[in-house]
């Protein structure tokens, strides 16, 4: 008698050897993996034609866990590198994925120019309020009032409103989901797949390691209870309301508008200027 084999549903977006994935017990990242990946699947997206780029975190890994042109960058340069794929080869999907720390710490400004640039780039961000992987330190968005390893009597930094940011910087497409809505937010990342021009998604999840055993919530299904009670959705809110404290947690989509995209732009700019040497009017060609 052959005995059967499990084959995960998922097994052709994932690279062998690299699954179970070894993020903590409790983790939203690999609900956050689970999800993009489904997302593909219904967009039947071709994984020659995807590229997954992240920087250093806890949710850096998953680049290393998808079955397709994938980079581990540099502490915040993920965006920066994902610029420059995307520029070169327009014909790709190229997407994001970093924790707060690692894009808006020491990636900021990276983050808020390629917004503003409405660069085709999908960013999807994992934000556990906290810097998980390097011992629980505080970031740039850790609520008011909570407790890390290097705020032990609570944090009295005003943390930034990521949606608020993204949507201030130039980004057509935003949103905010926890992990605790698996299917609101595979749709919202095959809208932003879909979508032509810079594109955000925050999505909570859960450090119960870190995060989450300084601030009463160390047991993972205890968090995810939490969270289903104090996340509200609000679509189409200004997303400066759409506020985030250990009380509430505004969700949603906050963001929907359609404005000239900057590669589209930039290879426009370099045929007409190709058209110009031609003719003769300028005497260099690119």
């Known amino acids: 008698?052959?005995?059967?084999?499990?084959?995960?549903?998922?097994?052709?977006?994932?690279?062998?050897?690299?699954?179970?994935?070894?993020?903590c017990a409790g983790c939203g990242d690999g609900i956050i993996?689970?999800?993009?990946?489904?997302?593909?699947?219904?967009?039947?997206?071709?994984?020659?034609?995807?590229?997954?780029?992240?920087?250093?975190g806890c949710i850096g890994r998953i680049s290393g866990y998808i079955y397709t042109d994938a980079f581990h960058t540099t502490?915040?340069?993920a965006i920066?590198?994902?610029?420059?794929?995307?520029?070169?080869?327009?014909d790709l999907h190229v997407v994001v994925?970093?924790?707060?720390?690692?894009?808006?710490?020491?990636?900021?400004?990276?983050?808020?120019?390629?917004?503003?640039?409405n660069i085709d780039i999908k960013v999807i961000c994992?934000?556990?309020?906290?810097?998980?992987?390097?011992?629980?330190?505080?970031?740039?968005?850790?609520?008011?009032?909570?407790?890390?390893?290097?705020?032990?009597?609570?944090?009295?930094?005003?943390?930034?409103?990521?949606?608020?940011?993204a949507a201030a910087s130039g980004a057509v497409y935003v949103a905010r989901w926890a992990v605790i809505h698996p299917r609101r937010l595979k749709e919202s990342i095959k809208k932003a797949l879909t979508k032509r021009g810079f594109t955000f998604i925050e999505v909570i999840s859960p450090c119960p390691s870190e995060y989450g055993r300084r601030n009463k919530l160390r047991d993972p299904l205890e968090y995810m209870r939490r969270l289903k009670e104090i996340?509200?959705?609000?679509?189409?809110?200004?997303?400066?309301?759409?506020?985030?404290?250990?009380?509430?947690?505004?969700?949603?989509?906050?963001?929907?508008?359609?404005?000239?995209?900057?590669?589209e732009l930039m290879w426009d700019q370099i045929r007409k200027i190709r058209?110009?040497?031609?003719?003769?009017?300028?005497g260099f060609a690119i």
């Open 33 to 56: 993996l689970t999800t993009f990946l489904r997302a593909i699947e219904e967009l039947q997206i071709d994984l020659d034609k995807l590229v997954v780029v992240s920087g250093i």
């Open 275 to 282: 058209e110009m040497a031609e003719r003769g009017e300028i």
């Open 231 to 263: 996340c509200v959705i609000r679509h189409h809110i200004d997303p400066a309301d759409a506020e985030i404290s250990p009380e509430r947690i505004i969700v949603g989509e906050f963001v929907d508008i359609e404005k000239p995209e900057y590669t």
């Open 126 to 165: 994992a934000n556990n309020f906290n810097y998980g992987m390097t011992g629980g330190q505080f970031a740039p968005t850790t609520p008011l009032h909570t407790y890390t390893t290097t705020t032990p009597y609570r944090n009295i930094e005003h943390p930034f409103n990521l949606v608020y940011l």
């Open 75 to 77: 502490h915040g340069r």
């Open 80 to 90: 920066a590198f994902a610029l420059g794929v995307k520029v070169v080869r327009p």
């Open 97 to 117: 994925f970093g924790g707060d720390g690692d894009l808006f710490a020491i990636g900021g400004n990276h983050f808020i120019h390629a917004a503003r640039r």
């Open 1 to 23: 008698m052959t005995e059967a084999k499990l084959v995960h549903p998922l097994e052709k977006y994932t690279r062998k050897g690299m699954i179970p994935h070894i993020w």
